[in-house]
């Protein structure tokens, strides 16, 4: 299932940590569309700068969170603010896809993809009002069906954005988001047959897949990282875009490490006990 299922809900815990990370994920997407509206969009970039300022912010906000009620509050703030940020990337997509938007230097996907993860930031922001946080076999799959569409994504925007002479490296680009297309779309057939059952050791297998390669890119992403930022590389890909795929990258090998001590525990019923890493 896709994130935009209703059913649909994040995996890890809502702690400071979490909100942290996704508010700094926020506000860059604002300043990228910020960069990325054409000159004459002023309405538009106004209010991604407004967007920036507010998750900017927030993010001051959190460091000073002690716990119970700034904590709530922090939450409840931050979920405004997330509403209408996915509100604006949606307006925005939709006038994209329409052509009313001309001369925008990201694509209509680029848009999908950022409000695809504001609403998983949301979907966290509303766990503070469940009462059964206990992991399934379903949160597992959507967690890797919404990351490694993500991954996907991240290594297409980072390859469209090479100068044409940079052969190699687009090949490269191209041969990696081949492989995340092919894990996501075995993630959903998992998600689709382990639905409402429990794990197997085929999932667990591709668990292993998945954070091996994950493991691989994020030193591939470093790399790449590192040219950019010295010029060893022709592109229009900028420094903070590099940046940012490489820390969603990590926090997706964060993801990948709460699934695997997951895994590794029986549930209630003792059912599935499975030692993931033999």
């Known amino acids: 299932m896709d994130i935009f299922c209703r059913e649909v809900k994040p995996l890890a815990a809502l702690t400071i940590q979490e909100i942290q990370f996704?508010?700094?994920?926020?506000k860059e997407h604002a300043t990228l569309i910020y960069w990325g509206l054409p000159c004459d969009q002023t309405d538009l970039k106004q209010a991604a700068q407004?967007?920036?300022?507010?998750?900017?912010?927030?993010?001051?906000?959190?460091?000073?969170?002690?716990?119970?009620?700034?904590?709530?509050?922090?939450?409840?703030?931050?979920?405004?603010?997330?509403?209408?940020?996915?509100?604006?990337?949606?307006?925005?997509?939709?006038?994209?896809?329409?052509c009313k938007i001309c001369g925008c230097s990201l694509y209509p996907l680029f848009f999908d993809h950022v409000?695809?993860?504001?609403?998983?930031?949301?979907?966290?922001l509303l766990k503070i009002a469940e009462c059964d946080t206990r992991?399934?076999?379903?949160?597992?799959?959507?967690?890797?069906?919404?990351?490694?569409?993500?991954?996907?994504?991240?290594?297409?925007?980072?390859?469209d954005l090479l100068d044409p002479s940079a052969r190699q490296l687009f090949e490269q680009l191209r041969s990696l988001s081949d492989k995340y297309d092919q894990m996501g779309l075995q993630a959903r057939d998992l998600g689709s047959m382990l639905w409402h059952f429990r794990p197997t050791n085929d999932l667990i297998r591709f668990e292993r897949e998945v954070t091996e390669t994950t493991?691989?890119?994020?030193?591939?992403?470093?790399?790449?990282e590192s040219w950019i930022k010295e010029c060893g590389v022709v592109s229009l890909v900028s420094p903070m875009l590099a940046c940012h795929v490489q820390r969603e990258t990590k926090h997706?090998?964060?993801?990948?490490?709460?699934?695997?001590?997951?895994?590794?525990?029986?549930?209630?019923?003792?059912?599935?006990?499975y030692d993931y890493d033999t």
Request: hydrophobic letters at 50%.
């Open 22 to 26: 996704w508010l700094s994920i926020m």
């Open 135 to 159: 992991y399934s076999v379903d949160a597992i799959t959507n967690e890797n069906i919404f990351w490694l569409r993500c991954v996907a994504d991240h290594l297409n925007f980072v390859r």
């Open 115 to 124: 409000s695809r993860e504001a609403l998983y930031f949301l979907k966290l």
């Open 215 to 224: 493991v691989r890119l994020a030193k591939y992403n470093a790399a790449v």
């Open 50 to 98: 407004q967007f920036e300022n507010v998750f900017d912010d927030l993010g001051k906000r959190s460091c000073a969170v002690q716990g119970g009620e700034d904590f709530s509050s922090l939450v409840a703030m931050s979920t405004v603010a997330v509403k209408n940020i996915f509100a604006f990337k949606r307006q925005i997509l939709q006038l994209m896809v329409e």
């Open 252 to 273: 997706f090998l964060s993801t990948l490490e709460l699934i695997r001590e997951t895994l590794m525990k029986c549930d209630e019923t003792g059912l599935c006990c």
